[in-house]
């Protein structure tokens, strides 16, 4: 079905040149939605069209007003105000577009073909030396969401992750464990993993800070201290024993790296994320490696004197990037670099996308670069989906100090937050302990994902978990409270969905309010191709908040059970019903779920 907002702007073109042999193109023709304050659905914007045809804004307006009702029967009237025409789509063109909403299971979504396009989308990569913390929170919520999304809107989508499992990094994890873990583990602990070996990193770092200081005091200069220390002479030691495959360093990386993914596995579940492949930068970095001396083999890229191997930039105006140190070791560029490859050759892929923040812009660029200049013509579909990082009301996070905001403990405050909250509120009353519980960990889950995928990816954001369970703002409470209300309301109707499908009622007898969200309903398929176009969760976010607001003003102004015209009564069950099902639609696309109790 072709919108009305395309049979419109096709019908204008059509009247320009009719009207005024004016030959215009389909691009300079837009009807957006009509200001609230006017009275109209689309508004056509004519000032661009002044200067050719040398008349007022408000006579081309009203002629192409008049041609428009007089060629369109959809349109039942219109109004000009200064230079925008604004047009009064009927009720017999809503009622009619509502019952293709009402037929359609799977509303919105398109269902991907086999020759539809592929998109590889990466997300999560975190390292094993340290639990997931709050950026890692937004960026695994961003990726799932925009997979899913991407999913609805058509396209062939694999979720992949990247676990940086090896580095420096991971070695002073490692070398702090020896030194002073006396054989902690996770049982005996009674810790996470992850949160384990984190605690060594930091634990390393402490270490690290110790000895600089102690030399700087005695009379060694900073740089000099920073440069001898024994402790990260030791950890990169142990990297260049890891890379020449050394048993003991092979085991120890094995063991605490499998208590690493013990407890991301834990992490993952609770946060509702998967993956279709993981791949592991340990297993990639040596085919970088030799994609690098193919490189340089083919004078694509340089070798300086110490043996370190460049690719030139200059002519991209990016300063020249190392690719491999002299000693021989990689570097991050080079384990990306053999990431993309095999990965493009695991699966035939027309985009890559990379959730990754945007401190890590300039990597990107210079990646898609340097891959081109090696002659992979497929780079030209990567991307890059830079995000903003979270910041808390009491400030920055610092992984190496030990400040940073654990996902677990987050994910469990604002399930505790939701717990105290909906306590207060008494809307558990009736619930048995189980069932609270479940709605204590949906409603703490979606504060937390609705508040942050409701901010534009590209926005740095603050997360205050108080405002984002507030069940009367912009939150994912509210709507859950919305979808639960609806469902009450569908209940106590006993009216099932197959008996109010494809209720007719007459144009006359369709509400404002009525007309205002299927108005929105009509909206969902072009809002998921948007999201999808923009990488954009904000997108689904904002519009099932204002479908959700929409509802509860019908709810207000408008009676359902209490209507006593039996078809009304019907179509307004019905209209509750898809309303429902949008909001749990889109919902789900953020990774959120409804309850149909609250």
């Excluded at 000895?211 to 005091?217: G, Q, S």
Aim: glycine residues 6%; hydrophobic residues 35%; proline residues 2%.
């Amino acid at each position: 079905m072709i919108s009305i907002k395309e049979r419109i702007e096709e019908c204008v073109v059509k009247q320009l040149n009719e009207l005024y042999d004016l030959e215009v193109s389909r691009e300079r023709v837009v009807a957006q939605k009509t200001n609230p304050v006017f009275e109209g659905d689309l508004t056509i914007v004519v000032f661009s069209f002044v200067k050719q045809l040398k008349k007022s804004p408000v006579e081309i307006g009203e002629q192409l007003g008049d041609a428009l009702v007089g060629n369109m029967k959809e349109i039942s009237s219109y109004n000009v105000e200064k230079g925008f025409l604004n047009l009064v789509v009927g009720n017999e063109y809503w009622l009619e577009a509502y019952n293709e909403i009402d037929s359609s299971v799977d509303y919105g979504f398109v269902k991907a073909t086999k020759e539809a396009e592929s998109v590889m989308i990466e997300f999560s990569s975190p390292n094993t030396n340290k639990p997931l913390h709050l950026g890692h929170v937004r960026n695994n919520l961003l990726g799932h969401s925009v997979a899913e999304i991407l999913k609805a809107s058509g396209r062939n989508v694999i979720k992949v992750n990247l676990v940086n499992d090896r580095g420096i990094h991971i070695c002073k994890s490692m070398i702090a464990w020896q030194r002073w873990g006396e054989g902690a583990t996770p049982e005996l602990e009674k810790k996470k993993g992850d949160k384990l070996v984190g605690d060594y990193y930091v634990r390393f770092d402490q270490e690290y800070k110790k000895e600089v200081a102690d030399a700087v005091a005695s009379g060694k200069d900073k740089e000099v201290a920073e440069k001898e220390s024994e402790l990260m002479e030791s950890a990169k030691e142990m990297l260049r024993k890891w890379e020449d495959g050394e048993e003991e360093t092979i085991l120890l990386w094995e063991k605490m790296n499998g208590w690493v993914y013990d407890g991301f596995k834990q992490t993952y579940a609770r946060m509702g994320i998967g993956f279709d492949k993981v791949y592991y930068e340990s297993e990639t970095y040596l085919l970088g490696k030799e994609i690098v001396e193919k490189g340089l083999k083919d004078n694509v890229l340089y070798k300086k004197e110490d043996g370190s191997v460049w690719c030139s930039l200059e002519q991209d105006k990016m300063d020249d990037k190392l690719l491999l140190r002299s000693d021989g070791t990689s570097v991050y560029m080079t384990q990306d670099l053999g990431t993309a490859v095999q990965r493009f050759g695991d699966y035939t892929l027309n985009n890559m996308l990379y959730v990754v923040g945007n401190e890590q812009d300039y990597h990107f660029r210079v990646l898609f670069n340097v891959l081109g200049k090696l002659g992979y013509r497929w780079s030209e579909g990567m991307a890059h989906l830079s995000y903003g990082m979270v910041d808390l009301p009491s400030g920055k996070m610092k992984s190496r100090e030990g400040t940073v905001v654990d996902a677990d403990d987050l994910m469990e405050e604002m399930v505790n937050t939701a717990r105290a909250t909906t306590e207060e509120l008494g809307k558990v009353d009736s619930f048995s302990n189980e069932e609270a519980a479940e709605l204590y960990e949906m409603i703490g889950m979606s504060a937390l994902k609705y508040f942050i995928l409701k901010v534009d990816p590209q926005k740095k954001m603050m997360f205050d978990p108080k405002e984002s369970i507030d069940f009367n703002g912009n939150t994912g409470p509210f709507i859950q409270y919305t979808h639960a209300r609806i469902c009450s309301i569908l209940e106590k109707s006993k009216i099932s969905q197959d008996d109010v499908m494809y209720i007719q009622i007459e144009p006359s007898q369709l509400h404002v309010k009525e007309k205002e969200l299927i108005k929105r309903l009509v909206d969902y398929p072009e809002v998921i191709q948007e999201g999808a176009s923009n990488y954009s969760p904000a997108i689904i976010a904002n519009y099932i908040y204002s479908l959700a607001r929409d509802y509860n003003q019908f709810y207000q102004e408008v009676s359902i059970l209490k209507e006593k015209d039996d078809l009304l009564l019907k179509f307004r069950v019905s209209l509750s019903y898809s309303v429902s099902q949008t909001i749990n639609s889109g919902m789900l696309l953020l990774g959120v779920e409804v309850p149909r109790k609250m």
